[in-house]
C-alpha cells in the first residue's frame, strides 16, 4: 500500500462488495414482495408466513396466534398482507 492507486484500488474492491451486499439485499426484498402478491389468496400459506415472521417465546403462544390468524376474515389479511408489503417496499 505504499502507492495511492494501491489505496484506491482497495478502497474501490471495497465499495464493490459493499453495492454487491445491496443489491442482493434488494432483490430479496422485491422476491418477498412479489411472492407476497403470487400468494396473496392462500390462506394456509400466508399464516405459515407470518407465523414463521413472529418470534414467540413459547409454543403455546405459536398455536394461539396460529388459530387466531385462521379466523381472520379475508379482508384482514389482505390488509396485513398489504402492511407487511408496503413496510419491504
Not at 53 to 77: C, H, P, R, T, W
Amino acid at each position: 500500500m505504499n502507492k495511492p492507486s494501491n489505496f484506491f484500488d482497495a478502497a474501490d474492491k471495497v465499495f464493490e462488495f459493499q453495492n454487491h451486499c445491496i443489491d442482493s439485499r434488494k432483490q430479496q426484498l422485491i422476491n418477498e414482495i412479489n411472492w407476497l402478491g403470487y400468494n396473496y389468496n392462500n390462506r394456509e400459506i400466508l399464516c405459515y408466513y407470518f407465523t414463521n415472521n413472529a418470534n414467540f417465546g413459547s409454543q403455546y403462544a405459536m398455536l394461539s396466534y396460529i388459530m387466531q390468524f385462521l379466523d381472520y376474515s379475508n379482508e384482514k389479511i389482505h390488509y396485513m398482507v398489504d402492511i407487511k408489503a408496503n413496510k419491504l417496499y
